[in-house]
């Protein structure tokens, strides 16, 4: 079965400032993978998707993640955090066949000025 | 532009009471989603459905039941609601394919007194 783990639960950076928010897979093949955010009240969107091709994916809002097979991960980073960044962010996971996500537990951002 | 609506945004009910969630969605998805957030847990599917009047269970089924009966509207059903119910409910919609990309509604905060 698959599973998502987010290692951090919060993170703080300042604006301005680079960050990466740290998302691994265990599945048994090559999975489909997603970033999901969530701002406040709201419900989620999706911000990129990895499906096949090249490892490193572009998405909204300026986020890019890469997707590197050895280390059954899909981080995401954005080069300079703007105060609107700040949400929660859910990498997802599903398998080639079938319908369904597996979530991980999602990562808190918070900026600061 | 995608929608995926939710009846309520709050509801508040008591223990004992049968509740009911309702998803509409206007993308002509076949399948629909019901999860629970809870914080720290992200997101845990509850049950799912890929075609009018089929369901399967998801990961934590217990004291839920769904409903489709049209393609475009899937009903979360708590028969008789408890406080451990109390959570965020979101729902979504995919097509069906291998892009597998999910499409959510706002949610709805139900707590349970």
């Known amino acids: 079965a698959q599973s998502v783990t987010q290692p951090d639960i919060h993170i703080t950076v300042s604006e301005g400032a680079s960050l990466e928010l740290r998302c691994n897979y265990s599945?048994?093949?090559?999975?489909?993978l997603f970033w999901y955010v969530q701002s406040p009240g709201q419900g989620l969107q999706l911000l990129l998707k990895y499906f096949s091709g090249d490892t490193l994916v572009q998405g909204i809002k300026g986020f890019e993640a890469e997707f590197k097979r050895s280390q059954s991960s899909f981080n995401l980073r954005k080069p300079s955090v703007h105060w609107s960044d700040a949400a929660e962010y859910f990498c997802?996971?599903?398998?080639?066949?079938?319908?369904?996500?597996?979530f991980g537990a999602g990562t808190i951002l918070r900026v600061k000025s | 532009d995608v929608k995926v609506t939710q009846s309520s945004r709050y509801l508040v009910k008591r223990t004992g009471e049968k509740v009911f969630l309702e998803c509409v969605q206007d993308?002509?998805?076949?399948?629909m989603f019901w999860y629970r957030q809870d914080p720290g847990l992200g997101l845990r599917l509850i049950y799912f459905?890929?075609?009018?009047?089929?369901?399967e269970k998801g990961d934590i089924p217990e004291g839920y039941s769904v409903s489709r009966e049209k393609k475009e509207r899937f009903s979360l059903i708590l028969e008789s609601a408890s406080t451990n119910q109390t959570s965020m409910y979101l729902c979504?919609?995919?097509?069906?394919?291998?892009?597998?990309?999910?499409?959510f509604g706002p949610g709805t905060r139900l707590t349970v007194l």
């Open positions: 997802a996971v599903a398998a080639r066949y079938g319908n369904k996500l597996v």
């Open positions: 979504a919609s995919s097509p069906t394919g291998v892009t597998n990309e999910q499409f």
């Open positions: 459905s890929y075609d009018v009047k089929m369901k």
């Open positions: 993308m002509d998805h076949e399948n």
């Open positions: 599945y048994g093949a090559t999975p489909y």
